[in-house]
């Protein structure tokens, strides 16, 4: 029942940040409300690890990023993680953060969901919420990002297609503290 919501809440949402500047002043009141930005989620604890600070580590069965920041020491955030069948492990890079960023939905992602389009601008109700990190391997974009989400209700679980999604409150914070080329692991 949650999935079929939530795909309503997105086809809702990308209807929405389909519309063109007119479309949205010709909308006008009958917009729905801003997306909330979401609680933070996110709180300093104690964290061993041998990587440097700047360093994010997640940790898929937690549903945790650790961005590490000293000695013993990490931020952890709330996340999502991909659903059965996306999940992915290894270490990338991060090589762009973009501000509210434009949402392409991948070739693969639209196959399997024909009703996406080929582009949700950027703005509050595109579904990467305020800002994205762009993962890449070896140099090469894997797809995947750390993002914001129009639906805070929507983080804690098991429901991407491979990409960590926060609150927006929170992926705020991050793109602040994460500088690109920063290592992230993905366990």
Known sequence: MRRIATRLAVACLI????MSAC????AGSSLPPLPAMGPSLRKTVA?????QPGTIIIRKNEKAL???TGQGQ?????????????????????????EWPQWRPPKEMRAR???????VPAGPYNPLGARALYLARDGRDTLYRIHGTNDPKGVGFDGTSGC??????????????????AKVVVE
């Open 15 to 18: 209807g929405i940040a389909s």
């Open 66 to 68: 650790y961005l590490v």
């Open 74 to 98: 990490a931020l952890r955030y709330q996340i999502s993680v991909g659903r059965d069948g996306f999940g992915w492990t290894g270490t990338v890079r991060i090589a762009a953060k973009t």
């Open 164 to 181: 960590f999604r926060l609150t927006n409150t929170d992926v705020i914070d991050l793109f602040k503290r994460v500088a690109v080329g």
């Open 113 to 119: 969901q024909p009703e996406l389009p080929a582009m």
């Open 23 to 26: 479309d949205l002043a010709a």
């Open 47 to 51: 964290f061993e690890t041998g990587e």
